[in-house]
């Protein structure tokens, strides 16, 4: 299960939002270290096709996509030479595939600042100095036993391996992430058996108070953006509010609309967060649909037939005979499955064809 990590400094905001996203009641405090163990959450991805799905074949049960998200503890700065949590909070990290990172963009003299006062981009450069930091001391720990070696035996792949190692440390000394490296097929394969923090994709989160959510103005915003455009080039940076997401949380939807007629434009940014980090990790999911349940299965993109059929049981997999396959643009257009095969498009695919999100399936195998 593929999941995402809050990452940031303490007291930014993460366990507000954490809490946000699962809606569960874990008290967000004033205290930089309150959020140790990491607690994770599955937050609904929306997808409106689903919906339209469930609202077609009315099925008894209704699933729908979910990103798994875990709540990292506040980093500071010097975590990778062994400050506050330091290589226990680095090491969380390392489980996680993709990082929204979150930076605090707000100003509350209330809240303690571990940096003494708000500037985000400062923020920004300690935490990601600090990821590549522990990147740094994990490739010299690999790289020592290969040079060693190196100097006794000529190995091929070995030599290869070294000479990726250094370029990898070559470009994190320079502060660059591996992520952005210019890699062939070969190097890919080694950067990602050295699992880097570096390697993983991000999504910035801006914590904006509420009341600059709403106005849609924040003076760090622009340097926000140029910072992540320099750094992180193609990576998306979604402002939003955890507070501003709490209280719309609370809200009925009655006093939503209300809210909406007088903030117009104003609503909820979660959909598109949960989405965006989900597309990070390259995510997508297909549909089975029937009268007794209409559900979403979570695939990495470009997924074979077969290794999807095993997403919903390993002897679909094993007996893997064909995939039938609609996709939801000809279901949606058609109306049904009978027109759909009238139409032509309705297609049987064996086990090279490369699942596509939005697929409806049906697989045939052996049991
Ligand atoms: P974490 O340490 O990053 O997990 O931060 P928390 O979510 O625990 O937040 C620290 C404190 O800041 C809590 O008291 C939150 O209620 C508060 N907080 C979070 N976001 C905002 C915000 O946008 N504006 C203000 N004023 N306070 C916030």
């Known amino acids: 299960n593929l999941t995402m990590g809050i990452v940031g400094l303490a007291n930014v905001g993460k366990s507000t939002f954490f809490n946000v996203l ?3 009641s874990v008290r967000a405090e004033n205290f930089p270290f309150c959020t140790i163990d990491p607690s994770t959450a599955r937050a609904q991805v929306p997808d409106e096709r689903w919906e339209f799905l469930c609202e077609k074949c009315q099925p008894q049960r209704r699933i729908p996509a979910f990103l798994q ?15 506050g949590l330091g290589n226990a909070f680095l090491s969380n990290i390392q489980a996680v595939d993709g990082i929204f990172h979150l930076v605090r963009s707000f100003d509350d003299e209330e809240i303690t600042h571990v940096e003494g006062n708000v500037d985000p981009c400062r923020d920004l450069d300690i935490v990601s100095q600090e990821l590549r930091l522990k990147d740094i001391e994990v490739l010299e720990k690999k790289r020592e036993p290969l040079e060693r070696l190196l100097n006794r035996a000529n ?27 210019d890699w062939d097929s070969k ?10 923090l570096t390697a993983k994709p991000v999504v910035f989160l801006v914590n904006l108070s509420s009341a600059d959510y709403v106005r849609k103005r924040n003076r760090w915003l622009a340097p926000i953006k140029q910072w992540v455009d320099s750094h992180c080039p193609g990576e998306t940076l979604i402002p939003f509010s955890a507070p501003f997401e709490t209280e719309w949380q609370a809200m009925t939807p009655e ?17 598109k967060i949960i989405l965006t980090g989900y597309n990070a990790l390259s995510l997508i999911h ?7 349940e209409v559900k979403c299965w ?28 609609m996709s939801y643009e000809d279901f949606h257009q058609h109306g049904s499955e009978q027109e759909v095969r009238a139409a032509g498009k309705y297609m049987t695919k064996g086990k090279e064809y490369e699942v596509l999100d939005g697929d409806i399936l049906l697989f045939k195998f052996n049991a």
């Open 155 to 181: 190995d091929k792949t070995k030599k290869a391996e070294f000479e990726c190692i250094n370029k990898c440390l070559a470009m994190l000394q320079e502060g660059r992430d591996v992520r952005f490296g």
């Open 298 to 325: 979570t695939v990495r993109r470009h997924s074979k037939a077969p290794r999807a059929a095993g997403v919903i049981h390993t002897d679909f997999e094993r007996g893997f005979i064909c995939a039938e396959v």
């Open 255 to 271: 006093a939503r609309t209300a809210f909406t007629a007088e903030h117009p434009g104003v609503t909820s940014i979660l959909p």
């Open 187 to 196: 190097e890919v394969e080694f950067v990602n058996s050295f699992t880097l």
């Open 69 to 83: 998200v875990t709540d990292i503890a506040g980093l500071i700065r010097g975590a990778a030479s062994g400050q």
């Open 286 to 292: 297909f549909f089975t649909a029937g009268a007794d």
């Open 22 to 24: 699962t809606n569960s």
